[in-house]
Every structure is written in structure tokens, then in C-alpha cells.
């Protein structure tokens, strides 16, 4: 189990991380989400030792990371693909880092078949590699130690449909078999195919967290129509909340039927309308983050510098 409580980092007065608390638990994959800066890597770093906490406390299994006594046997981490020595082969990135963790070099070939990089990949250097190369080799070095906990930060960038697909299931049967799985990714749809729990996070602080199902479940209902202006007011009238969504569209605090019902009484023609569990993981995504979002909603699908 990884637990964050009370998470604070502050840089010179900007506050990255802003008191976030969540719980990753064994046998399921979180999907950790955020738009650009939101606090997501900084977050992960802290997590594994790599930056100091302002305040709060982030624990592996009820202790620190700096306080385990061999980390790579507890926790698989894949932060960064790129940072791998450019000038030595994947096959010898994994030899060190088996040695520094007490494995025998007989776990380097099983890895390397797990990960799916061939013999001639695995003894070709860092630099030659793509960067979803450099993706399975990463995750191979986290896997290496057998760890019950990975977190990773972005580990789809690269990798081609097949590849995504791997790594997806790849990461359900790790979870299946009890391990827990903090998974970073701007790419929605596989966060929303893979995780069982959702922590999402804007501006350095949680916006919601929950189960998948209960998530979308409680997103009410997505409606639009040409005349917008007068759905608003039509909804008002009814008593039924609603909020600027994706694509001109409503989200609805209420059920089809009684927003449909709104409407037809107000004689509005509907183009669209949905329970907003069936819209999927990005409108709920962009609804939750509406007042983090920079003006380029592009750029929300990546992490940014400041965290």
C-alpha cells in the first residue's frame, strides 16, 4: 500500500503539492491524473526519495522509502525513460542494477523476455533505442527486484497501440496477482481501460478521488442542444444544477430522464444527450480540472516543468 498524508512541497514560494492525502491500495491500479503542472511528478519523486518533502509524509507498506533497506525489491519505479546511461546496453543497465540490488544475473534475461526486447535490442546501446525502447527497458529495471509496489510516471509515451496494449495488461495481471500500481499517464483512455481508482489532481491539490465506477456513476448526465442559453434557463427553471462541459456541452447534476423531461417542457430540440459515465473518463476529466486548465486544453495531456 502506498498512503500520502498531508503531502506539502513548496519551491520559492510556489506551492507544487498543497496538502494531499490519498491511499493506493494492493490488488488495484490507481490512476493518478492531472493536467499540465498539476503536481503529479512532484508528487511521484517524493514518493521515492528523489525530492524532500515541505511537510506530510508518503510511506510504502508503512515505512519511508529512504528507510527500506533494499527499495528496488519493494518498490519498481519508472519516472523517467530517458534517464538511462545513452552509453551502455539495455542488457547491461539491468546487470548493475540487479548486482546493486543482491539479484542473480538469471533475472536480466527473464526481464528482458518479459518486456519483449529481443537479444540484438538488448545488446544494442541506450542511444540507439527508441524511446518506447527505452520504455520496456525501464520497465524491466522496475520489475527486476519482484517488487508489490511499482510506480510509474507516463510509461505508455513511446510505446505503438501493440505496445500500450502490453504494457495495459501487463500492469492488470501485476495488480490481479496483488500488487499495487501508481500509474501516471495523459493518455485517458488507457488510464480509464486499466485503473480501478482515480486520484485527480489540480493545481497541486486533489479534486476528486474514488473508485472508477462510483466516479462516473455520480457524473450526473451530459446534454446540448443548438440553443444553449435557453437549456441553461430551462434547466434552471426545473431546479436541475448544471456546468459548462466539453464541445458546447452541459453537465447535469441529474438523470436523463429528468433532464430530458426539462427540456421537452421548455420545447428545446436536444442534440445530445448521455449519462456522462458513458461520455468516459475524459469529459469527467476536463469538467474536475475546468479551473486548472491552461487556455491550450492540449497542453493539460502533459506534465509540467513546475511540478
Do not use: C
Amino acid at each position: 500500500m502506498i498512503t500520502v498524508e498531508n503531502l506539502t512541497k513548496e519551491y520559492a514560494g510556489f506551492t507544487a503539492v498543497d496538502d494531499v492525502t490519498f491511499t493506493a491500495r494492493p490488488g488495484r491500479v490507481t490512476g493518478f491524473l492531472g493536467p499540465n503542472g498539476a503536481g503529479k511528478s512532484t508528487t511521484m519523486r517524493v514518493m521515492v526519495g528523489l525530492t524532500p518533502a515541505t511537510s506530510g509524509e508518503v510511506t510504502v507498506a508503512g515505512r519511508r522509502f529512504a528507510d527500506l533497506p533494499n527499495p528496488g525489491r519493494e518498490v519498481g519505479v519508472l519516472l523517467d525513460a530517458s534517464a538511462q546511461h545513452a552509453g551502455r546496453t539495455g542488457r547491461e543497465i539491468l546487470a548493475i542494477t540487479a548486482a546493486i540490488m543482491g539479484l542473480p544475473r538469471t533475472r536480466v534475461p527473464e526481464m528482458l523476455h518479459r518486456v519483449s526486447l529481443t537479444e540484438d535490442e538488448a545488446d544494442r546501446r541506450v542511444r540507439h533505442y527508441s524511446l518506447g525502447m527505452r520504455q520496456r527497458l525501464g520497465i524491466a529495471a522496475a520489475l527486476l527486484g519482484d517488487p508489490q509496489v511499482l510506480v510509474l510516471d507516463e510509461p505508455a509515451n513511446g510505446l505503438d497501440p501493440a505496445g500500450i496494449r502490453w504494457m495495459r495488461d501487463l500492469l492488470r495481471e501485476y495488480a490481479d496477482q496483488g500488487g499495487t500500481v501508481l500509474l501516471s499517464s495523459h493518455l485517458l483512455h488507457e488510464i480509464e481501460v486499466v485503473a480501478d481508482d482515480l486520484v485527480v489532481i489540480g493545481r497541486g491539490r486533489i479534486v476528486a478521488q474514488g473508485s472508477k465506477a462510483d466516479l462516473l456513476a455520480a457524473a450526473g448526465t451530459v446534454v446540448a442542444a443548438d440553443d444553449r442559453a435557453a437549456l441553461e434557463r430551462a434547466l434552471s427553471t426545473a431546479g436541475l444544477a448544471s456546468h459548462p462541459g466539453t464541445d458546447g456541452a452541459l453537465r447535469v447534476e441529474a438523470t436523463t430522464r429528468e433532464v430530458g423531461l426539462a427540456a421537452a417542457s421548455a420545447g428545446i430540440p436536444l442534440t445530445r444527450l448521455a449519462d456522462a459515465d458513458g461520455a468516459g473518463l475524459e469529459e469527467m476529466f476536463l469538467e474536475l480540472t475546468a479551473d486548472t486548465q491552461r487556455d491550450d486544453l492540449t497542453q493539460s495531456h502533459s506534465e509540467g516543468a513546475a511540478a
